[in-house]
């Protein structure tokens, strides 16, 4: 907490607003001191010094206001006196009063001195003047009640909570400004990295478009700049989805990992997703994408390394659905049945048991269209 | 007409369409080029790029539909901002393509664009279909302007997500091609539709209708 700089813009504007609360409070103790003091007028031994004490603590009050307003005037000497013209009007009650007095003159007026100290100086600023001004008050008593502890009890206790409070609420504002010229900062480098992005997904688009045209070892390096296309925009696809939110560890989301797929081979996987984040508890995403890779791997095996597979993500609110779907020629009827009923376990059998335990379906259709896997788990 | 900051791709694309017999009518380098060439070169499409100069390809897309809603736009994208594309579908254009695409991929599509017909990757009917179940489980459900799908409809949509042909899902469905088509054409033009609803709504409600008096 100790680097925290307390003369940063942004905590200054923090001891600005306080002041300017303060001249408020000033004002309002003020006028109940007057008020008070005219109220019981009748105490007073010497009622000319009283007028003159009231005087000076009026005088003092509009300067006090006018000097604490600027950061410049706030110096050392500006918060002595203030102190210590309070804690003089302290003094001066039994000479003006006569012994035995009640109330003293200036009343609750000593607080703004104790917040002003705590504003400037903080908890240490506040716990100084909270005991000049006590040990002020107690000297100049010669019986001590309930009430002047009461006071003198919350004053001390409210001078330095008020300066850590002050402390906070500076330390908070500092950061604030920091965190927001970071993400200034941030979205500029994300806006620029946008358009650097962009361009460099046209080139690699490019090679691999020419590439493939012009054919031979051009065409070898074509295909690698289409997998670094791959590479590139799926970063760039979960750099914003991180961007947005970082879902809780507990969940995943089912469209970014799919998303991860696409270009993926053997085979060339083609992903299409609601373009929003689908969000699943951690294992049953997991384990989803577990099994698409299975079936992925599936087509990879019996159609062939160049087989084109189809993902889709569908968000039906109470179940999500993970379709695959390759173009091969389909599985020959009776085929499974055979293979279960010879013992072997096929890999049908073990997406369909993985699914089961996460409480979902997985159905097969497969015909000239090619084999297609539903699989579907409740939300 | 081509639409695209990058000169190399424009050259690419224009050289490509020049050599397939098309007849390229114009090019732009950005949003405002693309709107002040538009009107003089009257194209039947124009292929374009979503991440231009501005205004962008969405905005763009919705200007010139609005001056000739018989103009088609085939969107040719690299980065494939999700969002940008749908913005842009609903915004009236009717097909869409990633610049990975082959030569042949590009001319087919430019081909079946201008014939009015829509061309769909795996990936936009998968958005499509995303943005439907929205709209159905948004706030305003209850309001009869949402549009929906059929069950024929969705059907083939997911079928066009899952990357089948349209001969493929009339076999599988016993449909003709052209019922095909027409299912996977009216799944966007309800969109477009409820945009344009939208958008007219909105501007009578911030009164910015409010000059015709």
């Known amino acids: 907490m100790s680097d925290t700089n307390y003369s940063a813009p942004a905590a200054i504007a923090v001891e600005d607003r306080l002041y300017r609360a303060l001249a408020v409070l000033r004002v309002v103790v003020t006028v109940n001191a007057v008020g008070l003091n005219i109220f019981r007028r009748d105490n007073f031994d010497h009622p000319n010094w009283a007028v003159v004490v009231i005087g000076c603590m009026l005088a003092w009050t509009a300067f006090a206001i006018w000097a604490y307003a600027e950061r410049s005037r706030r110096v050392l000497a500006l918060l002595v006196a203030d102190l210590a013209l309070a804690a003089t009007a302290l003094l001066l009650t039994p000479l003006v009063k006569g012994e035995g007095f ?17 504003l400037h100086w903080r908890w240490v600023g506040g716990l100084i003047a909270s005991t000049v001004i ?144 689908v969000v699943v508890p951690a294992h049953v995403g997991t384990e989803l994408l577990a099994v698409a890779r299975a ?63 996460l409480g979902g379906t997985a159905d097969l259709s497969t015909g000239s269209f090619g084999t297609e896997w539903e699989l579907t788990v409740p939300r | 007409m081509v639409v695209d900051d990058h ?13 397939a017999g098309l007849e390229v009518v114009g090019v732009a380098a950005n949003g405002q080029e693309a709107l002040a060439r538009f009107p003089a070169a009257r194209p039947n499409v124009v292929v374009l790029d979503l991440q231009i100069p501005a205004p962008n390809g969405v905005e763009v897309t919705a200007e010139i539909v609005r001056q000739d809603p018989s103009v088609r736009v085939l969107i040719l994208s690299a980065s494939g901002e999700q969002s940008d594309v749908l913005d842009a579908v609903k915004a009236g254009a009717t097909g869409y393509l990633v610049k990975s695409a082959s030569r042949e991929e590009l001319l087919t599509a430019v081909r079946r664009v201008s014939q009015g017909d829509t061309v769909f990757t795996p990936g936009l009917a998968g958005l499509v279909l995303g943005e439907y179940r929205r709209l159905s489980d948004g706030p305003e459900k ?17 079928m066009v997500a899952k990357g089948m042909s349209y001969k493929q899902i009339a076999e599988r469905l016993v449909l003709s091609h052209r019922t095909v088509q027409n299912h996977v054409q009216n799944t966007l033009r309800k969109l477009q539709l409820h945009n344009r609803v939208q958008l007219t709504r909105y501007a009578i409600e911030q009164g910015l209708d409010a000059d015709d008096d």
Request: glycine share 10%; net charge negative; aromatic share 4%.
């Open chain 2, 142 to 158: 209850t309001d009869d302007g949402t549009p929906q799908l059929t069950e024929r409809e969705t059907e083939v949509l997911k």
């Open chain 1, 295 to 357: 079936c992925l791997d599936n087509v990879a095996r019996h159609v062939g390394e160049d087989a084109s597979a189809w993902v889709l993500l569908e968000d039906l609110g109470d179940t999500v659905v993970v379709t695959v779907r390759d173009d091969g020629p389909g599985i020959p009827s009776g085929r499974l049945e055979q293979a279960a009923r010879d013992g072997r376990l096929g890999v049908a059998e073990s997406i369909q048991g993985r699914m089961r335990d």
């Open chain 1, 134 to 277: 006590t040990v002020s008050d107690v000297s100049i008593r010669s019986d001590f009640s309930q009430t002047n502890y009461g006071n003198l009890f919350l004053l001390m206790i409210g001078g330095p909570i008020v300066g850590y409070m002050t402390q906070q609420v500076q330390r908070m504002a500092v950061e604030r400004d920091r965190a927001e010229r970071a993400a200034a900062a941030a979205d500029e480098r994300a806006r620029l990295a946008r358009v650097v992005h962009d361009g460099v997904l046209q080139v690699l688009a490019l090679v691999q478009r020419r590439g493939a045209e012009i054919g031979g070892e051009t065409a070898e390096l074509g295909r690698l700049a289409g997998e670094q296309e791959v590479a590139l925009r799926t970063l760039i696809r979960r750099h914003d989805a991180g961007l947005r939110e970082l879902p809780e560890a507990v969940t995943l989301d089912l469209a970014e990992q799919l998303d991860l797929l696409e270009g993926h081979r053997p085979p060339h996987v083609n992903v299409a997703t609601p373009g929003t984040s």
């Open chain 1, 102 to 118: 009640n109330a003293t003159i200036p009343g609750y007026w000593v607080m703004v001195v104790v917040l002003a100290w705590a």
């Open chain 2, 7 to 19: 000169p190399m791709w424009r050259d690419a694309v224009e050289r490509d369409l020049q050599a």
